[in-house]
């Protein structure tokens, strides 16, 4: 199976983020997968090394995201660039597995939080993300409905359910 693991690679966090998934995924499943991490592709990501331009990166990605049968979508930094990824893999009909750790999504069952939003709606703790990019988890291009949505707000709640859809693939 190969997995492409759409991801922010600028930030030291969001590598670790990216490491831990991959690390997980490649342990469990060894040889069985082929997981295409952009971070590892020093031709177009090692900045120190010199110039890749815009087409450069694009096609080396494309070329491996479309090949791909699996999309993990790490969306903490909200990258443009992903949500691209996350576009080509929809309209190709690769599943996406999608990760928002922000905390700020936690407590939605808190009423004071509700009270305090319907008197002023800048007073929010919740976060808004899109909806047509969270959409990508509750339907395939077809319009087709997951029997459990393909978000998860921890990277343990992600890679549990990667294991399980990879292993059911396999």
Known sequence: MKIY??????????RLQAKKVQDALENEFKEKIDLYNPADNLEINDKSAGFASGADILLADYKRLKES???????DTKDLGLAGEMGIAFERGIPI???YTDI?????????KLIEIKKDVFQNDF??????????????KDGNAF?????YKTSDDLIEALKEFIAENL
Not at 5 to 14: I, K
Not at 127 to 140: E, M, Q, W
């Open 127 to 140: 976060l808004y993300i899109n909806k047509l990019i969270t959409g990508l988890a509750y339907v395939d």
């Open 69 to 75: 049968d699996l999309l993990i979508a790490l969306m």
């Open 97 to 99: 597995f999608e990760l």
């Open 5 to 14: 693991l759409g991801c922010d690679l600028f930030t030291e966090g969001q």
């Open 104 to 112: 700020r999504l936690t407590g939605n069952d808190r009423e004071d």
């Open 147 to 151: 029997d459990n949505p393909r978000i």
